[in-house]
């Protein structure tokens, strides 16, 4: 068992095994966002309109890979103002 993004070459390699593929779904990314909006500074956790722009920015950038939208929440837990975000 193997897994892996879909790459050319790694997919030669496995061309006679079963293929199953799993994908996030862009609902799946945003609930790992919302539970992830505690990290943030309290100026984006007390700001309901402020978390939804930055949730649907980061679920529109990511393409529903989670590890994207990890570092992106990464990028932005050291913010110190809205205009930084």
């Known amino acids: 068992m193997a897994t892996s993004r879909v790459i050319p070459e790694i997919m030669a390699q496995f061309k006679d095994s ?9 609902e799946d990314v945003r ?5 992830h909006m505690s990290q943030l500074r309290p100026f984006v956790r007390d700001n309901s309109q402020l978390q939804e722009e930055v949730k649907n920015a980061i679920s529109d950038a990511v393409d529903e890979m989670f590890l994207l939208a990890q570092i992106y929440l990464a990028f932005l837990e050291d913010k110190l103002t809205r205009n930084d975000i």
């Open 31 to 35: 609930m790992y966002i919302d539970g």
């Open 18 to 26: 079963f293929l199953l593929e799993i994908r996030a779904t862009d």
